[in-house]
């Protein structure tokens, strides 16, 4: 009775440091992302640069959603808010290079969410 015990125990002191093994894993993924001020500063420079290029999507850019991937900032710029023709492209910034560039229709995917 008293091994049934001990088997008990070590199982519960094995699985809560998988549990807090796992949580330390998903917090310290996200404390090693992007800073927020970088994040911020690629939204506003994706959206100034689509704002100053009208050929890459229209008028009126703003940014709908920023998240990072494979360590760029995308940036989802919209168009068109108001109008009946809404649509969005994404914009991809290096923070390395601090470089942007605007997938095409055939390489988006790789960037979305």
Request: with cysteine.
């Amino acid at each position: 009775m008293d091994l049934k015990m001990q088997d008990r125990r070590v199982l519960l002191g094995v699985l809560a440091v998988v549990v807090l093994g796992a949580l330390g894993f998903f917090y310290m993924q996200n404390a090693t992302g992007v800073p927020a001020d970088q994040m911020r500063r690629a939204e506003s420079a994706c959206v100034r640069w689509f704002n100053d290029d009208r050929d890459l999507g229209g008028r009126d850019p703003f940014s709908s959603d920023v998240w990072e991937k494979d360590g760029s900032v995308v940036v989802e710029v919209g168009f068109d808010r108001g109008g009946s023709s809404y649509s969005t492209r994404l914009c991809v910034y290096d923070i390395n290079s601090n470089r942007m560039s605007a997938p095409n229709n055939f390489t988006r995917s790789r960037w979305e969410k």
